[in-house]
């Protein structure tokens, strides 16, 4: 203990043991040596790294990217072919995870929700059963569901020559669902861009209808004029776009289906894995999540008359929100991260494709850092969005 | 809620008209209510009479591919006549008794650690349990010693496999993320920020994709001449994995030791080591149990991933039964199901545990 020594005007000069002794240069002495040795680790494997790539003869950098790929990909949302680059075969891959994962959440969001709902509901039978689709599918490993259900599709439905037809145009077959679409056109693109304005004119309505409202105490039918808005500009669109009716419809030729829109056995075994599986963690999310709200909240809209609709969407619905977000968007997160399994069953998602151009250019440490780097700034993008939108609903403390 | 207000009449009457009255109020409860109940069970009336038809009335345990054709049901002899493949991978045949008691010895150890938590007389003995029990599973495991044969953990596989890469996973994933969360909570802020960068990294990406780094990347990290074979690569890359994740759970636990605490740990001019091993960890160590058990559970479902990597664990075994011969590939759900059941009653009982620890633990704080 230097200090009080300093406090009685000791005129002894400060040793380097006092130094040693002091809480803040031990800190930083602290902080010193953890930097060094992690500089010095780090400096260790990049020079063995580099001194390895030198005698194997490989180059670093990401020039590669601009080299043809020379593969094919089984399913593509771009134009793809092997002769494209492997920057474009790596888009398609990033393109397919995004699909498979943005269809995974609103799915399990829906079956996790209603599962959630279903644990507490005052029926015993549904009770029981929500329990066990729960406890069942979130205690195998998500893994062994995929390989279930990649080894299940192509064995349980036949070959395309006698394709089951549940709906008309709907065709199941080995190799995949086949469903009925419309003709690319210039309408369906005019569409698109209605439907982005409708929600841009959507969002200044509701500010107006919330300042009104705050002003007059006038409620606003939002939710009707919302619907309104997006359904008139988008069939606007349609009618100039000039009402296009032109469908593909999946038909046998040949050995093969032709036309429609092809959903593989892959991309199913992935999608249908991961939403049974993430929606048992969702359903327990939702479950506490409804849990978490005091019985006197309703009690308390009850007693101010205030309708049980609108109670469950002004005052239930906003708490249970605030608990259920955080674990929510974990949840999300894990679809995302979980995706990558798809590797295993050959969906060609970011990684299956990251993985073929690590086989075929050996660029191990580029081909790595690219699909990690890609996982981290979606994890981020999507923390950030969710930290966001959770101070924006979280308890104003007086 | 509202209904523990007031008590529940008792149940009065015979069996029959308690099974009505029972009924009435959690079955037929009005017509949604009703139709809900009617629904349910003519799904379970689908569901459950056909599966147990195919998985017990036509089923057959018969282990050869003739007996299997026979049957309309399960082919139960498929894990039947490759129940050593699936249960212990190419371990050599006649050794196949030491990853069975290697096996024993860890479910052993981790029941014991978990049993451990509730009774405090097996409490001390949690530690001296893992630093014997690892070396005896190593050497039954590697062998080489006491007249053991040598087996390359090339060859380990199937279910001990999967247990030893979760538990050593988690056991020395233990140590690094514990201070991986004491590093996120320091005033340091160089070393902060080092922790907090390491664990979001981690965080941040699959870990397939730390697997393909650990298979693919650290043979490049090496010098000349040294190299780890492809078990431990997985082992180290799971280690580093996990230890992200528990050290959010041992955040989680720091943060719920009052303030309080660490200030009494300063006025009593203890050292910040003295505070943190006398004080601090020993509440928030109880805190994190539970959770600390669910990532055990999540490592462990997780540890089928290093198939992708080309490991034989007890997913991989599976797959290696079902390629043994093309005549059992069809089995497949049969295989499945068999590897399924496994993980969950693994699972689901250790979740359960968790679960009732979680509550034992919050009784004391209601006192």
């Known amino acids: 203990m230097s200090k009080p020594q300093h406090a009685h005007g000791d005129v002894r000069s400060k040793s380097f043991v006092d130094y040693l002794n002091d809480e803040n240069v031990r800190a930083v002495l602290y902080q010193v040596i953890a930097i060094g040795l992690i500089i010095l680790a780090g400096w260790y494997l990049v020079s063995n790294t580099l001194n390895n790539l030198e005698k194997q003869n490989i180059s670093t950098g990401y020039g590669f990217l601009d080299l043809e790929a020379s593969f094919e990909i089984g399913e593509s949302m771009i134009d793809y072919s092997a002769k494209s680059d492997y920057a474009t075969a790596l888009l398609v891959g990033l393109l397919n995870t995004v699909k498979v994962s943005v269809l995974g959440i609103i799915l399990c969001t829906l079956i996790g929700t209603i599962f959630g709902v279903a644990r507490l509901s005052s029926n015993w039978i549904v009770r029981k059963l929500a329990t066990a689709y729960v406890e069942t599918f979130r205690n195998i490993p998500v893994l062994l569901q995929l390989f279930f259900w990649y080894a299940l599709i192509p064995s349980a439905f036949p070959h395309p020559r006698d394709a089951l037809e549940p709906l008309p145009g709907v065709l199941l077959t080995s190799r995949g669902m086949y469903l009925p679409v419309p003709v690319a056109d210039n309408a369906y693109t005019l569409m698109g861009i209605a439907a982005i304005i409708a929600l841009v004119v959507i969002l200044f309505v509701k500010s107006w209808a919330k300042k009104r409202q705050d002003a007059t105490g006038q409620p606003f039918p939002m939710f009707l004029a919302g619907l309104g808005i997006f359904v008139g500009f988008v069939f606007l669109a349609y009618l100039i776009g000039g009402a296009p009716t032109e469908m593909s419809i999946p038909a046998l030729k040949g050995f093969n289906i032709r036309g429609g829109y092809n959903i593989s056995p892959e991309f199913l075994a992935v999608l249908i894995g991961l939403t049974v599986y993430t929606s048992t963690y969702v359903a327990e999310v939702v479950r506490s999540g409804i849990q978490a709200v005091p019985n006197g909240q309703w009690e308390a809209a009850d007693s101010l008359g205030v309708r049980r609709s609108v109670a469950l969407r002004k005052v239930i619905l906003p708490q249970s929100m605030r608990v259920a977000i955080p674990p929510l968007t974990n949840q999300y997160l894990n679809l995302t991260k979980n995706s990558s399994l798809a590797v295993a069953v050959g969906y060609p998602d970011l990684v299956s494709v990251s993985n073929t151009t690590m086989n075929q250019t050996g660029q191990a440490i580029e081909a790595i850092s690219i699909f990690m780097s890609i996982y981290l700034g979606l994890s981020l993008l999507t923390s950030l969005f969710m930290n966001w939108f959770n101070k924006k609903m979280a308890l104003v403390e007086r | ?367």
Request: glycine residues 8%.
């Open chain 2, 1 to 367: 809620m509202s209904e523990n207000a007031k008590l529940p009449p008792l149940p009065v009457g015979t069996f029959v008209e308690r099974a009505v009255t029972w009924s009435r109020k959690n079955l037929f409860d009005g017509w949604f209510n009703t139709l809900l109940t009617i629904g349910s069970i003519a799904f379970l009336l689908w569901l459950i009479p056909p599966l147990i038809q195919w998985g017990i009335v036509n089923a057959t345990l018969a282990p050869t591919i003739e007996g299997c054709a026979e049957v309309t049901g399960a082919c139960w002899g498929f894990v039947n006549a490759n129940l050593r493949l699936i249960l212990f991978g190419t371990y050599p045949y006649e050794e196949q008794w030491r990853p069975l008691l290697a096996m024993i010895v860890l479910m052993g150890i981790i029941c014991a650690s978990l049993g451990g938590v509730k009774y405090p007389s097996v409490r001390k003995w949690i530690i001296p349990m893992w630093v014997v029990g690892v070396p005896i599973i190593a050497i039954l495991m590697w062998g080489g010693v006491l007249g053991l044969t040598y087996v390359q953990n090339s060859y380990w596989g199937g279910l001990p496999l999967t247990l030893i890469l979760s538990a050593i996973g988690i056991i020395f994933a233990f140590p690094f993320g514990l201070l991986l969360a004491l590093g996120r909570q320091s005033n340091m802020p160089a070393i902060r920020t080092a922790s907090v960068v390491y664990i979001e990294i981690i965080r941040g990406v699959p870990l397939i994709t730390v697997l393909f780094m650990a298979s693919v990347m650290f043979p490049l990290f090496l010098p000349d001449g040294v190299s780890i074979d492809k078990l431990l690569r997985a082992q180290i890359g799971i280690i580093l994995f996990t230890a992200a994740y528990l050290a959010e759970v041992f955040r989680g636990g720091l943060q719920a030791v009052p303030r309080g605490q660490f200030e009494a740990g300063d006025s009593l001019a203890l050292s910040y080591w003295q505070s943190m091993r006398l004080i601090i960890l020993p509440q928030a160590l109880r805190l994190v149990i539970p959770p600390t058990v669910n990532s055990f559970i999540s490592m462990l479902k997780d540890t089928t991933l290093v198939v992708i990597i080309g490991l034989f664990d007890f997913l991989g075994t599976v797959k290696l039964a079902l390629r043994s011969d093309p005549a059992w590939t069809k089995y497949y759900v049969e295989g499945y199901a068999f590897a399924a059941a496994i993980f969950f009653l693994i699972c689901f009982s250790m979740a359960k545990y968790s679960a009732y620890l979680e509550k034992e633990l919050r009784k004391g704080e209601q006192r």
